[in-house]
């Protein structure tokens, strides 16, 4: 449970007690260090987040070096689980996406789209519910590895001047009109483009984190002995478990949206257009 | 939990630079383990599928291809049976023509001596008729000229009978010849 439904219920804070509705703010996705070390002068705070990532990584990791080390033609088990999802990843985004050159990129765009799931995932799962992508630094380190691979893949295989030249400047467009589309092509492709990459993802899970720890509160603030206490408390309720299903979608969503647009940007760098 | 962040109204965009470097390294490490240790697995798999799919598919048109080429030897098979056949039927009918005409000339040739035969046969028999009919005549004339010649030649009536007996005789002799 997350730090203010915690303090809420210790304090025994309902409706009608005297106290006012502890509303949930930007301090439930901040937390304590567990523990603290100093590499080369930087000092890395391991928090529950932190902890969470790496539970994350571990989980992603074992999950499919258990599902497919012994694949075998005939799936069973767990293959064909893990055979859905990377059959998912090849033909509906790498290939979809890049087209024959894409099948290089799976491994890139399946380890983004599960790790990701997963750890989006981590929000509806007890005793973790956080969302680790609400960590604004955990999805841009993901939208920063994305532009730090095709930037220099584009220049490599188009070479610089046509690779950026296709990147700013739109065929089929009045010449005058560059004046204007060059800054904005350059703005919108170059540096941007990491902060909407990982702004989507980071927004959406925050803001699905947030909905339902706010009426998870108020689920807890409202249960006191009154009508009006015990509807809000039950609707409340209601509510926190339908956001709970609708979360599990959006990062299911989430996760294929930001693994997808890292799809469209290395088509840009592979294919030029 | 932390009362003095929540008092501070944290940033929700910081990006606390441990972080980010935990999220590459966490990110490098889940991309080097699934691309070394899981995704090679399940790649193998599914090509091993694909060729198991193909090369039946192959199999199967190896199958029709032999299929046909084997009904195509046997309708050929079939049609040269089948012109033997007919060959060997025109053959029958022509040798059967032959037969009979070959028979009908030798009964022809079987008729012609028989009849030869009986020509030769005949001929003989009248050349000695007529040999053996001319000597009676002969003697029959010399008798009938002395018996002429002993009677009366005054009488016609006599001459007259000696003349029918001379030819009643001719005629019985004439029938007694055959």
Redesign the interface.
């Known amino acids: 449970m997350s730090g203010d439904v915690l303090l809420a219920a210790e304090s025994g804070c309902h409706l009608n007690s005297g106290c006012g509705f502890p509303a949930p703010d930007a301090s439930i996705f901040n937390f304590d260090s567990i523990v603290e070390f100093d590499i080369a002068g930087l000092t890395f705070h391991i928090t529950k987040p932190m902890i969470l990532l790496w539970i994350a990584a571990a989980v992603v990791v074992i999950f499919f070096v258990m599902a497919f080390r012994r694949a075998s033609v005939v799936p069973r088990g767990m293959q064909n689980v893990g055979e859905y999802g990377y059959l998912f990843v090849r033909d509906g985004i790498a290939r979809d996406t890049i087209g024959k050159q894409g099948d290089a990129f799976v491994p890139l765009l399946f380890s983004f789209f599960f790790f990701i799931w997963v750890l989006n995932f981590m929000s509806i799962v007890p005793f973790a519910q956080f969302p680790v992508t609400s960590r604004f630094a955990i999805p841009l380190s993901f939208a920063v590895l994305v532009y730090l691979l095709w930037v220099p893949l584009g220049v490599k295989r188009q070479g610089a001047g046509a690779f950026f030249k296709s990147m700013t400047m739109p065929p089929d467009v009045p010449k005058a009109m560059y004046v204007l589309l060059i800054p904005i092509e350059i703005l919108s492709n170059f540096i941007v483009r990491p902060f909407t990459h990982s702004v989507r993802l980071f927004a959406n899970m925050f803001a699905g984190h947030m909905l339902i720890v706010t009426f998870s509160v108020a689920t807890w603030y409202l249960l006191s002995p009154s009508v009006i206490g015990i509807l809000g408390s039950a609707a409340s309720f209601t509510v926190t478990v339908g956001l709970t299903g609708f979360e599990m979608l959006i990062q299911a969503l989430q996760a294929y949206v930001f693994t997808l647009l890292a799809a469209v940007y290395i088509n840009d760098a592979v294919n030029a257009h | ?2 009362l003095l ?2 008092e ?17 390294v ?6 080097w ?3 070394k ?3 090679p ?2 790649r ?3 090509e ?2 694909t060729s ?1 799919i193909e090369g039946g598919i192959a199999r199967a048109e190896q199958r029709e291809a032999e299929a046909a080429a084997l009904y195509e030897r046997y309708q050929a098979q079939l049609a040269e049976a089948r012109t033997e056949a007919a060959q060997i039927r025109a053959q029958a009918q022509s040798d059967r023509v032959a037969i009979v005409e070959e028979a009908r000339s030798e009964a022809a040739e079987a008729a012609a001596a028989v009849t030869a035969r009986a020509d030769a046969a005949i001929s003989a028999e009248r050349a000695a008729t007529v040999a053996s009919l001319r000597r009676e005549v002969g003697t029959l004339a010399l008798s009938l000229a002395g018996k002429v010649v002993g009677e009366s030649l005054e009488d016609d009536a006599r001459a007259r009978a000696t003349v029918d007996r001379f030819i009643a005789d001719l005629e019985a002799q004439a029938s007694a010849g055959h």
Not at chain 2, 8 to 23: C, F, H, K, R, S
Not at chain 2, 26 to 31: E, G, N, P, R
């Open positions: 939990m932390n962040a929540s501070e109204a944290p940033n929700v965009l910081a990006v606390p630079l441990d972080e980010l470097i935990l999220g590459i966490a990110f490098l490490i889940v991309f383990a699934l691309s240790l899981a995704l697995g399940i193998k798999a599914l091993e599928r198991a």
